[in-house]
């Protein structure tokens, strides 16, 4: 998948109350404004929902990532910022991306935030819907702070 497609995916989900939040304006004018710019050549597969839940450490430490109904052939930017963002202190994103085989380039790091922004706002109204305004507000400030 590409960044406008995914960009699309996500956007046409989003209600008039997300659209008119003065944080979401200004998100989608930074995915707007960037999305020319976060293209990669570089195509793996994708998680798409690398969060906690979706982790299993078996008595025999053995980890599984589970839940691979979103999984899509697209950047690994969008796997990296979900887990650099959400889990690792920035000032580790060096060495950890190093373990990992990638260099923390500055266009590495913008493909990253701006998938971050755009996984954020499907994440506010994911809980919007489901009336959990609390987690709701949690990602509204997680994504001014982001921006």
């Avoid at 000032?91 to 790091?109: I, R």
């Avoid at 994440?123 to 819907?129: G, L, P, R, T």
Wanted: proline letters at 3%; a negative charge.
């Amino acid at each position: 998948l590409q960044p406008e497609a995914i960009f699309q995916s996500v956007v046409v989900d989003l209600d008039e109350e997300v659209l008119s939040l003065p944080v979401v304006k200004k998100t989608l004018n930074f995915l707007l404004n960037e999305v020319a710019n976060v293209f990669s050549n570089e195509k793996v597969v994708c998680h798409g929902d690398v969060n906690h839940n979706n982790w299993l450490l078996t008595e025999d430490n053995q980890l599984y990532l589970i839940d691979w109904d979103g999984a899509m052939i697209a950047d690994p930017a969008i796997d990296l910022g979900m887990l650099l963002y959400w889990y690792i202190p920035e000032d580790n994103w060096n060495s950890w991306l190093n373990m990992y085989g990638k260099p923390l380039t500055e266009n590495l790091k913008l493909r990253m935030k701006w998938y971050v922004a755009l996984q954020t706002l499907s994440s506010i109204q994911f809980y919007k819907n489901k009336d959990g305004i609390q987690e709701m507000e949690k990602w509204i400030v997680f994504l001014d702070e982001l921006l």
